[in-house]
């Protein structure tokens, strides 16, 4: 096993262009899925990390934790919060949230709903950009309060609808989001169902996940963050 600390992006893009290893950023999410002579790319020294503002636009550098993002952007610390417990949210990336398998990926939900864009170099992922909204709308589902992963996440900014734990990926309710446009909630809330693709896993059935879609696409549309 080799572990590539690289300085700069391009010479992390490089050694994974060149199959030198596989990308880690906070390893939270790859560590268990480690080989022991797998050698890695660590992003840690590569200048990913850190928050830019100007006005109502954010750049975050992709290696900058998710206790990182929640100091910087307040708006979304109560999304961030809802991610793991403490201790993971120290070390996992903003990066490395984007390639998190459902039903984890929950920061990947608002980021759909903000329309964030990514910027990669190589298949390097570098930072993601995206406006502040004049208003956010949040809720998760879980088992437990805190430290559990999602039977639905819903994150919207009163006009792109995205949802979590209700599909193989986090997906934008289109249908929900037309219905949104007219005001109307209920309707938005039942046409959700429309981009739910649900599994069932250890935390809920596929059925009990389409069944409380609904009512928590409501919840979340009427209690602003
Ligand atoms: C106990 C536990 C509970 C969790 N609960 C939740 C939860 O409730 N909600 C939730 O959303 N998530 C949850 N997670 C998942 C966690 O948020 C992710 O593991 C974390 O965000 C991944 O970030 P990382 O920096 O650790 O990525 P890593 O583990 O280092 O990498 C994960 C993947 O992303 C790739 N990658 C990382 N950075 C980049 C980059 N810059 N460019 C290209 N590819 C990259 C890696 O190659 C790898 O394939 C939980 C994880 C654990 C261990």
Not at 24 to 39: N, R
Not at 64 to 77: H, N, Q, S
Not at 187 to 216: K, N, T
Request: glycine fraction near 8%; aromatic fraction near 4%; charged fraction near 20%.
């Amino acid at each position: 096993m080799q572990v590539h600390v690289p300085t700069s992006v391009d010479e992390a893009a490089g050694l994974l262009a060149n199959g030198e290893g596989v990308l880690v950023a906070g390893c939270t999410g790859l560590y268990p899925h480690l080989q022991p002579d797998q050698s890695i790319i660590s992003l840690r020294k590569a200048g990913l990390s850190g928050v830019e503002t100007d006005g109502d636009s954010v750049r975050v550098g992709a290696t900058t934790t998710l206790t990182e993002l929640a100091r910087a952007v307040p708006f979304l610390r109560e999304s961030i919060d809802s991610i793991a417990s403490p201790t993971i949210r120290n070390m996992a990336t903003v990066g490395g949230n984007l390639f998190a398998p459902q039903p984890h990926g929950d920061l990947a939900v608002c980021l759909l709903a903000l329309d964030a864009q990514v910027d990669k170099t190589g298949d390097v992922v570098t930072s993601i950009s995206f406006k502040v909204p004049e208003r956010w709308y949040y809720t998760k589902a879980m088992r437990r309060k805190q430290n559990s992963a999602s039977i639905v996440t819903v994150a919207s900014d009163g006009v792109r609808l995205a949802l979590g734990g209700v599909a193989p990926q986090p997906v934008r309710a289109h249908a929900a989001e037309a219905r949104l446009a007219e005001g109307d909630i209920d309707g938005a809330a039942e046409a959700a169902l429309e981009a739910a693709d649900p599994f069932d896993d250890a935390y809920a059935s596929a059925w009990y996940r389409r069944r409380v879609l609904p009512v928590h696409v409501r919840r979340a549309l009427t209690n602003a963050v």
